[in-house]
């Protein structure tokens, strides 16, 4: 038997790269009430103050030398933090913490996020392609309202 609408329990998760903030909708669909479950962040320097060497070269017989091309540190680390919030994502709904759940994040990392759901998560999840980390919770709850009755 299906849950009634009214008894479902909506987290929302917003995230980029760096920051992830995990609510819990003690409200409505019309009227979302968000409360903060969890705060997640990295502290990700800039790719120039992680990085340490030139990229390197190697020989090539047809044009001489060749050069590797160099690794940005700073995206690396933003795509294990997003592989991170997946998993505490994955491992809430195995928990059977919520029923629902609306993801807001910008398209690349929503992208990069998409492939690690849980088969699990995928069926109970709302994606908004929208990078809402800095914002207001008020403006937040509002989108929640629009995505949620609309």
């Given at each position: 038997?299906?849950?009634?609408?009214?008894?479902t329990?909506?987290?929302?998760?917003?995230f980029?790269?760096?920051?992830a903030l995990?609510?819990h909708?003690?409200?409505?669909?019309?009227?979302p009430?968000?409360?903060?479950v969890?705060?997640?962040?990295i502290?990700?320097?800039?790719?120039?103050?992680?990085?340490?060497?030139?990229?390197g070269?190697?020989?090539?017989?047809?044009?001489g030398?060749?050069?590797?091309?160099?690794?940005?540190?700073?995206?690396?680390?933003?795509?294990?933090?997003?592989?991170?919030?997946?998993?505490?994502?994955?491992k809430?709904c195995?928990?059977?913490?919520?029923?629902?759940?609306v993801?807001?994040?910008p398209?690349?990392?929503?992208?990069?996020?998409?492939?690690?759901?849980?088969?699990a998560?995928?069926?109970?999840?709302i994606e908004?392609?929208?990078?809402?980390?800095?914002?207001?919770?008020?403006?937040i709850?509002?989108?929640?309202a629009?995505?949620?009755?609309?």
């Open positions: 038997m299906k849950k009634a609408l009214i008894d329990v909506t987290w929302l998760a917003a980029d790269g760096g920051k995990i609510w909708n003690e409200g409505f669909d019309d009227q009430n968000l409360k903060l969890e705060t997640l962040g502290d990700n320097p800039p790719d120039r103050d992680q990085g340490e060497d030139r990229p070269r190697f020989p090539d017989p047809a044009h030398r060749s050069a590797v091309s160099e690794t940005d540190f700073h995206q690396q680390a933003k795509a294990r933090f997003v592989d991170d919030v997946v998993e505490y994502l994955n809430a195995a928990e059977k913490k919520f029923d629902r759940l993801v807001m994040a398209a690349r990392a929503l992208g990069e996020a998409r492939s690690q759901f849980s088969d998560l995928a069926e109970c999840l908004d392609p929208v990078d809402v980390t800095n914002e207001p919770v008020d403006k709850e509002k989108r929640l629009g995505l949620l009755t609309g």
